[in-house]
């Protein structure tokens, strides 16, 4: 049962354009998201959240939308770089577990060209 | 370097062998999570771990089994290998896993 699911296995954009990367998920009781990039050879690292409160969250370059009716968040990335090209995994934490246990996507893999 | 140590890098044995990965969590972090990544899968959770007690697990088999120490670092011990066991094995370390684990660099694991 994939609570979490990134239906896009690859993206690919053109530097300085935008990269859009979504998620769904089925669980109502996530209540936190998470996106996390993910370079060859490398550990996963965070990106940037959003709590369930609210629907949208900056950081830089980076914008996650969450629509909660949808069951669907997105990750804008404006512009993109060629830096940028990981693979992107969405997570979400379910509130009344109380563990803090990220349940994860099968990830995205963005290919940004120069 | 995130601050979460894994060891070994690299390890390959052969089917039926007994292997330990091991981590050590960033400093003040008490909680370790477990991840298992096949080939072109996403990252699986299998056990947590909070300042020394199991808090939560996942699909975790049961010929796998794992423990965090009292000086927080923790071991996952994989038995009778299988093929299928050939992984990226994560650990992950936090204090409020709402702002995000720090993931070590993994544990590769080959079973020949």
């Known amino acids: 049962d994939q609570q979490v699911k990134q239906n896009s296995p690859s993206l690919s954009v053109q530097e300085g354009r935008i990269s859009i990367l979504n998620c769904d998920y089925t669980n109502s009781m996530f209540d936190y998201f998470l996106w996390y990039k993910k370079y060859p050879a490398e550990g996963p690292t965070f990106l940037i959240s959003?709590?369930?409160?609210?629907d949208k969250n900056e950081d830089g370059r980076f914008t996650v939308f969450l629509n909660k009716s949808a069951k669907h968040l997105s990750l804008h990335i404006v512009p993109s770089q060629p830096g940028d090209s990981a693979v992107y995994f969405c997570a979400a934490i379910d509130g009344s577990s109380n563990t803090g246990k990220l349940i994860f996507g099968q990830g995205t893999t963005l290919q940004v060209k120069p | 370097d995130s601050g979460v140590t894994q060891t070994p890098k690299h390890l390959i044995t052969a089917t039926g062998q007994r292997v330990t990965l091991r981590c050590s969590p960033r400093?003040?972090?008490?909680?370790v999570y477990w991840y298992q990544q096949s080939l072109d899968q996403g990252l699986q959770f299998l056990i947590q771990y909070y300042n020394g007690e199991e808090r939560a697990k996942g699909n975790i088999l049961e010929r796998f089994s794992a423990q965090q120490f009292p000086d927080l670092h923790s071991e996952l011990n994989l038995s009778s290998l299988e093929l299928g066991d050939s992984a990226l094995y994560f650990c992950a370390s936090s204090d409020d896993p709402g702002y995000g684990y720090t993931f070590g660099s993994g544990t590769r694991l080959t079973v020949v």
């Open positions: 959003i709590s369930s409160i609210k």
């Open positions: 400093s003040g972090d008490l909680s």
